[in-house]
């Protein structure tokens, strides 16, 4: 039982290399929001037609979603873009 | 096999010790290696436990008295699918079990976050390792499952009476698992505090725990709830118990923090709040453990000894002083996002649901630990009753309730009072209409929090339908479906939505099954001899005979209740006592089953509109005469001979049965309490049950023209 808990968890030490690349953790939490983000819009929406919503607040919280999302997407872009360059 | 038990928990402790510096030593530089490794270490721990709950529960099974614990806590009279539960009875088995499930969920989490929340997770590894090291720590040198008997008894002492019940096979386990869930979000909530991560994404990824967690011990709360109406011979399925409240306390504020972490998720708010919250939860989840183990506050349900509390408190504290700091140095991180932009908006009825579940939370903590808290500043320990909570539990939840109702029908960000008249003004008509009708009914008018309650309940339940009813139309209007496909496609694309709408209305039949029930019982307590009547409320219940079975653990007497309502016959009830024998080899042996644990099996009708519930004491001190004479008589008696005598001392009771008391309950909807908790629990599964990553769902490119405006399926 003690050879096989040593195996395994020695198993990962045993690898190549110091440290690994660092994650791209802002782009992971940006994915994070932007699921989010979507599922506010949705949730907006659905909100509006089961009648929560006036259509004037709706279409100022749904304006408002939107651009929130695509600065989202740009910032996504942008990451992706350097990730790409390198 | 006790050297394979003893040596996998000292291997366990060893491993928690190495995984949690092996996962601080990668978070800090950023090995991954290291992280990798102390990730695994869970794994092993996992594994490592298993073999030794595997161990134990066998010889559990096999009646392996050379193991002291089963010895103690198990015989070979105790039927099998009671030994398989035997083990969570005592200290350290429990104990086992904890640690054993919280490695399970922990290797759960982190297998599922290994590619994602690389910075948290490992801080959030050695926070779950952490713990785990305590309590293999505990398992190990205080309270170790794997001592030997010596010398090993033929026989062992029997499981505690009062725990041989279904309900107690999953009970313990599904507590546990609730409080060690909530040790996950804990951990994170940790992990993403020290990194400084404070965004949704541990949010995301642990949130499946919680609503585990919640959802777990919840059903756990109402098993034990329903056990105490069913076995416990008090009449009564909750007593504000301290074991009671500390199951309750958790969960109160896990509610408020499943509530609550939706406003950080969509809206980047209430960061602060949310990580104290779930701080707190965890920090309450151990605290339960406490209680029970430690039995420093007397509970019915405290089988635990006293040698844990100085541990537990110590732990308690780190965790208590640990969260103060972490949320106290972490404020700039924990920097709210968004604004409140209208009070009239979901997110202001969050704010009140999340105020009254931690009032709630608090007004229990203090009546809990007011004997600890007046012994420290008058000297002397006084408690609270059952009167002291419901003074202050009931108002508030009936808030609670009413929020539950509102909660639904208001927008995020902002509604209008237009609108939320038009969607209030159903279930306003619904819930007035109840209480009318309701006026009208015999004897409600004079309970006025149970008819605010009920109509509440009808408030509440005319609101879910309204939101399905709408839904369903709004998905019509684009899809075309018909009503039934559209109403399941609904649900399962909005399952936490609905899912959390089917929980709303679940949680008003339970509070309509408490109201009901404490405020419309009818107690009545009776001596009967058999051929004697008594009355409760329109039910006439008839003692027609005694009766009496013997088994080689216990003796029981009971009596045969005939029940009949306007001379027409309704049911036949058979509460029961039974007798265990004590250990003491001083007792005779007739006398020995009379001086140890008795229970009481519960003669119990139980029905939509009310349960009838009966409960015996036999009268042993009409026959104590008999006892002696037998025990003077034959006092080396064993085996046959004993059972001969207790034969002969059983048909004597059933062939002249002295006078027994009764106590009769006549309990209006207490049936509602558990169907209530079954469709809380069927919601709670659905929204739990995976759905797939809503950005996933839609085309994943051109983005930007994802958002251009065109009407979705709800």
Known sequence: ?86 | MLNVGRSALTLALLIAVYGVAASLYGARTGRRQWVDSGRRAVYSLAAVLTVAFVVLEAAFLRSDFSFQLVASHSSTTTPSFYKGAAMWSSQEGSLLLWVWLLSMWSSLVLFLTRRRLREVAPCAAAVLLGLAAFFAALVVFLANPFQLATPVPAEGSGLQPLLRHPSMMIHPPLLYSGYTLFTVPFAFAAGALITRRADAEWIRATRGFALAAWLFLGVGILIGARWSWSELGWGGYWAWDPVENASLMPWLTGTAFIHSIMMQEKRGMMKVWNASLVLATGVLAVLGTFLVRSGILESIHAFGGSTLGLPFLGLIAVMMFGSVALVSSRRAALRSEGRLESLFSRESMFVLNNAVLVGLCFVIFWGTFFPLISEAVTGQRASVGPPWFDRYTVPLALVLVLLSGLGPVIAWRRATARNARRSLRGPLAVAALAAVGLTAAAGVAARPLALAMFSGAAFVAAVVVQEFWRGMRARQAVSHESAAVALVALARRNRRRYGGYVVHLGMAVLFVGIAASASFQTIHDVRLSPGQSARIESYDIHYVRATSALSNEKVTLGAILDVSRDGRHVATLAPTRGYYQSQDPQLGPVGRYFDGEATSEVGLRAGLRRDLWTAVQPDIGAMQKMIDGLDRRFPLATGRSQGLLLAALAARYEAQPPPASFRLIASPLVEWIWLGGGIVGLGGLFALWPGASFSRRRAPAPARARLGRQPSRA
């Not at chain 1, 110091?18 to 994915?31: G, V």
């Not at chain 1, 408002?64 to 350097?82: G, P, Q, W």
């Open chain 1, 1 to 86: 039982m003690l050879a096989a808990v040593v195996a395994i968890i020695a198993g990962p030490l045993r690898r190549a290399g110091a440290a690994s690349a660092p994650e791209p953790s802002q782009r992971a939490a940006l994915e994070v929001a932007k699921d989010v983000k979507y599922r506010e819009i949705h949730d907006a929406e659905l909100d509006f037609r089961t009648g929560k919503l006036s259509e004037p607040d709706y279409r100022e919280v749904d304006r408002a979603l939107r651009s929130e999302a695509i600065e989202l997407l740009r910032r996504l872009d942008a990451i992706a873009t350097k990730e790409g360059r390198r």
